[in-house]
C-alpha cells in the first residue's frame, strides 16, 4: 500500500500532496518492519514532497536515525547522495545537513555494505555545505543546520579547520540575527574555548522513541519538578517567607528564635507552646568520598541533602594537584542513569595548579525522586606535563546517606 501511496504523491496535483505525504509518514510510523524500511520511506517522501511534509518531519527522522546506531552510515551516505542531487526541497536538506554534521567521519570511512561504493573526500563535503549556505532557496533554519553542520566537522575531519573557520567568521556579520548569533558564538569557541571545542561538539547521544513508556517518564520528570518547588503557603505574610528562607539556608537567627509574648494564663501559655516553631534536628554530616588520585591529581566528592527537598542531593566536585606541574584544560564530565536528573554547573576554572593550588570546584545537582541507589559516571579530560590525558571510570560506592 505505501508503494502504491508513494507511486500516486509523484502524480498527484499540489493540493493532494500534503495530505498524500502526511498519510504516509503517519503509516509508516505505525506499521513499519524495519527501521531501515522506516527511513527509506520518509527519505523518499521528503525528496518528492519536503515541502508539503507536516513540520516534525525533520525531528522525526533525526530521532530515528539517532536511535538507530547500526543505520548511522547506510543513513549519512543516503542523505548525502540525496543532498547532492536537489538542495531545493527544505526538510531533506536539513535531515542530511544534520546527519553529516553528526556522522561525517563515516561518510569518510569508505563503503557501506548496505549502499553503493561511495568515495567522498573532505573538500566535496564541506564544498556541499557551503552551497547550502549560499543557496537562495535554503531557509534561515536550513543555513542554521548547515553552519552547526560544519562546526561539528571540524571536531570530526582530519583535515585543517581553516576552511571552517572562515565559513564560519563570514557569518558573524550576517543580517539573520539568529544565524549572526550562533556565527559569533562558534567563532568565540574557535578562539577562546579551543580546548572544550570537543567536547562541546561530541555526538548527539541516542534518543528514545515517544510512547508510552516516554509519556510515564514526563510524568515521573513533572512530579520531580514539583517536589523541587516550595510549597505555598498564603497566610504567612512575605517576611515571614523571608525569615524561613533564611533559616533554611543560614540556621536559625537569633532575631526569628524570639518567642512571641505569653499569656498569663495557664490556656493561653499552652497554646503559645504550642505555637513555638520547632528547628528541625540538623541531619549528620555524610562523608566525603575520593574517587580518583593519579601522579599528584586527585578528585574528592562532598554531599549535601537540603533539608527541605529530600530527593535532591548536592555535589560537590573538588579537583587538588599535588604534583610539580599544572594540570590545564581540565574538564569533568558526568551521567546518570535515566531515572534522575542531573544539573550540571559551571566548574569555577579549567586550570589546576601545582603544588596544592587553588582547588577547582564544580557543582552536581542530582534529583533522585525514586530515592535509588545513585550511580555516577565520570570522565575526566585534562593536558599535564605536556600530555593529554582522558579517563572514564564510574562512582557505585557512594554513602548511603546520599540516597536513602
Given at each position: 500500500?505505501?508503494?502504491?501511496?508513494?507511486?500516486?504523491?509523484?502524480?498527484?496535483?499540489l493540493?493532494?500532496?500534503?495530505?498524500?505525504?502526511?498519510?504516509?509518514?503517519?503509516?509508516?510510523?505505525r506499521?513499519?518492519?524495519t527501521?531501515?524500511?522506516?527511513?527509506?520511506?520518509?527519505?523518499?517522501?521528503?525528496?518528492?514532497?519536503g515541502?508539503?511534509?507536516?513540520?516534525?518531519a525533520?525531528?522525526?527522522?533525526?530521532?530515528?536515525?539517532?536511535?538507530?546506531q547500526?543505520?548511522?552510515?547506510?543513513?549519512?551516505?543516503?542523505?548525502?547522495?540525496?543532498l547532492?542531487q536537489?538542495i531545493?526541497?527544505?526538510?531533506?536538506?536539513q535531515?542530511?545537513?544534520?546527519?553529516?554534521?553528526e556522522?561525517?567521519?563515516?561518510?569518510?570511512?569508505?563503503?557501506?555494505?548496505e549502499?553503493e561504493?561511495?568515495?567522498v573526500?573532505?573538500?566535496?563535503?564541506?564544498?556541499?555545505?557551503e552551497?547550502?549556505?549560499?543557496?537562495?532557496?535554503?531557509?534561515?533554519a536550513?543555513?542554521?543546520?548547515?553552519?552547526?553542520?560544519?562546526?561539528?566537522?571540524?571536531?570530526?575531519?582530519?583535515?585543517?579547520?581553516?576552511?571552517?573557520?572562515?565559513?564560519?567568521?563570514?557569518?558573524?556579520?550576517c543580517?539573520d540575527?539568529?544565524?549572526?548569533?550562533?556565527?559569533?558564538?562558534?567563532?568565540?569557541?574557535?578562539?577562546?574555548?579551543?580546548?572544550?571545542?570537543?567536547?562541546?561538539?561530541?555526538?548527539m547521544?541516542?534518543?528514545?522513541?515517544?510512547?508510552p513508556?516516554?509519556d510515564?517518564?514526563?510524568?515521573?520528570?513533572?512530579?520531580?519538578?514539583?517536589?523541587?518547588?516550595p510549597?505555598?503557603?498564603p497566610?504567612?505574610p512575605?517576611?515571614?517567607?523571608?525569615?524561613?528562607?533564611?533559616?533554611?539556608?543560614?540556621?536559625?537567627?537569633?532575631?526569628?528564635q524570639?518567642?512571641?509574648?505569653?499569656d498569663?494564663?495557664?490556656?493561653g501559655?499552652?497554646?503559645?507552646?504550642?505555637d513555638?516553631?520547632?528547628?528541625?534536628?540538623?541531619?549528620a554530616?555524610?562523608?566525603?568520598?575520593?574517587?580518583?588520585?593519579?601522579e599528584g591529581?586527585?578528585l574528592?566528592?562532598?554531599?549535601?541533602?537540603?533539608?527541605?527537598?529530600p530527593?535532591?542531593?548536592?555535589?560537590?566536585?573538588?579537583?587538588?594537584?599535588?604534583?610539580?606541574?599544572?594540570?590545564?584544560?581540565?574538564?569533568?564530565?558526568?551521567?546518570?542513569?535515566?531515572?534522575?536528573?542531573?544539573?550540571?554547573?559551571?566548574?569555577?576554572?579549567?586550570?589546576?595548579?601545582?603544588?596544592?593550588?587553588?582547588?577547582?570546584?564544580?557543582?552536581?545537582?542530582?534529583?533522585?525522586?525514586?530515592?535509588?541507589?545513585?550511580?555516577?559516571?565520570?570522565?575526566?579530560?585534562?593536558?599535564?606535563?605536556?600530555?593529554?590525558?582522558?579517563?572514564?571510570?564510574?562512582?557505585?560506592?557512594?554513602?548511603?546517606?546520599?540516597?536513602?
Open positions: 500500500m505505501t508503494q502504491e501511496l508513494q507511486g500516486f504523491l509523484e502524480t498527484c496535483p493540493d493532494l500532496r500534503a495530505d498524500c505525504a502526511s498519510g504516509i509518514l503517519l503509516a509508516a510510523e506499521f513499519a518492519p527501521k531501515r524500511w522506516h527511513i527509506d520511506t520518509i527519505l523518499r517522501v521528503l525528496t518528492m514532497a515541502t508539503h511534509v507536516r513540520d516534525d525533520v525531528a522525526n527522522l533525526t530521532q530515528l536515525i539517532g536511535g538507530a547500526e543505520l548511522h552510515a547506510y543513513s549519512v551516505r543516503r542523505l548525502y547522495s540525496a547532492a536537489d531545493s526541497q527544505q526538510p531533506l536538506v535531515v542530511a545537513a544534520w546527519c553529516i554534521g556522522y561525517g567521519d563515516l561518510l569518510l570511512e569508505g563503503s557501506c555494505e549502499t561504493p561511495l568515495q573526500e573532505e573538500e566535496e563535503v564541506l564544498a556541499l555545505l552551497r547550502v549556505l549560499q543557496s537562495h532557496m535554503s531557509l534561515p536550513t543555513r542554521g543546520y548547515a553552519l552547526t553542520a560544519l562546526m561539528k566537522l571540524s571536531t570530526r575531519l582530519r583535515g585543517d579547520n581553516n576552511r571552517i573557520r572562515q565559513v564560519v567568521s563570514i557569518y558573524g556579520s543580517l540575527v539568529e544565524l549572526q548569533q550562533r556565527a559569533v558564538e562558534y567563532n568565540t569557541l574557535f578562539r577562546k574555548y579551543d580546548h572544550m571545542r570537543a567536547a562541546i561538539l561530541e555526538k547521544p541516542l534518543v528514545e522513541r515517544g510512547g513508556q516516554a510515564e517518564e514526563v510524568k515521573e520528570s513533572q512530579e520531580a519538578t514539583r517536589l523541587l518547588e510549597a505555598p503557603v497566610t504567612e512575605q517576611a515571614s517567607k523571608l525569615l524561613d528562607l533564611l533559616d533554611l539556608l543560614d540556621g536559625p537567627s537569633e532575631d526569628s524570639q518567642p512571641a509574648p505569653v498569663p494564663s495557664a490556656e501559655t499552652l497554646i503559645h507552646l504550642l513555638l516553631p520547632c528547628a528541625p534536628l540538623a541531619p554530616p555524610i562523608p566525603n568520598l575520593k574517587v580518583f588520585e593519579r591529581l586527585q574528592n566528592l562532598s554531599f549535601v541533602r537540603p533539608p527541605g527537598t530527593t535532591l542531593l548536592v555535589i560537590t566536585v573538588t579537583a587538588t594537584n599535588a604534583s610539580e606541574g599544572d594540570v590545564t584544560h581540565f574538564i569533568c564530565q558526568a551521567a546518570v542513569p535515566k531515572s534522575f536528573q542531573l544539573q550540571l554547573q559551571a566548574p569555577s576554572g579549567d586550570t589546576v595548579p601545582a603544588q596544592g593550588g587553588l582547588p577547582v570546584t564544580q557543582v552536581l545537582r542530582v534529583l533522585n525522586p525514586n530515592k535509588a541507589p545513585l550511580r555516577l559516571k565520570l570522565r575526566l579530560t585534562y593536558n599535564h606535563y605536556g600530555q593529554s590525558v582522558q579517563e572514564v571510570f564510574e562512582v557505585n560506592n557512594l554513602p548511603v546517606e546520599t540516597w536513602q
